[in-house]
């Protein structure tokens, strides 16, 4: 089993930004892609980024250029750096790890973010 434990949420202006932090344990494989999707007020739960190690990671259109995800593989961590933050980015956080080749899908609790002035 993973765990999945995020952290780094809250409430911030228009145009801040926020560092979210997720850390895994438990038994995990090498081979696997870690990133954050989140859930609006109202809305389906949608993706946000994800990164798998040696490749270009992955944004929706929406966050191009203002979210940056980075992964630390010797802490079995991921990071999610978000700037110019928008009321519209406002929602529950969740942290993701997809193993590759058992295909178990794993999430966190979630954490909230809230942009508003």
């Known amino acids: 089993q993973v765990q999945l434990v995020e952290s780094g949420g809250g409430l911030v202006q228009p145009g801040g930004s926020l560092r979210l932090s997720c850390i895994a344990s438990?038994?995990?494989?090498?081979?696997?892609?870690m990133g954050w999707y989140r859930r609006a007020p109202g809305k389906e739960r949608e993706f946000v980024a994800d990164?798998?190690?040696?490749?270009?990671?992955t944004y929706a259109d929406s966050v191009t250029g203002r979210f940056t995800i980075s992964r630390d593989n010797t802490k079995n961590t991921v990071h999610l750096q978000m700037n110019n933050l928008k009321p519209e980015d406002t929602a529950v956080y969740y942290c993701?790890?997809?193993?590759?080749?058992?295909?178990?899908?794993?999430w966190g609790q979630g954490t909230q973010v809230t942009v508003s002035s």
């Open positions: 993701n790890l997809r193993e590759i080749l058992a295909g178990s899908n794993y």
């Open positions: 438990g038994s995990i494989s090498r081979f696997n892609t």
């Open positions: 990164i798998l190690t040696g490749v270009t990671p």
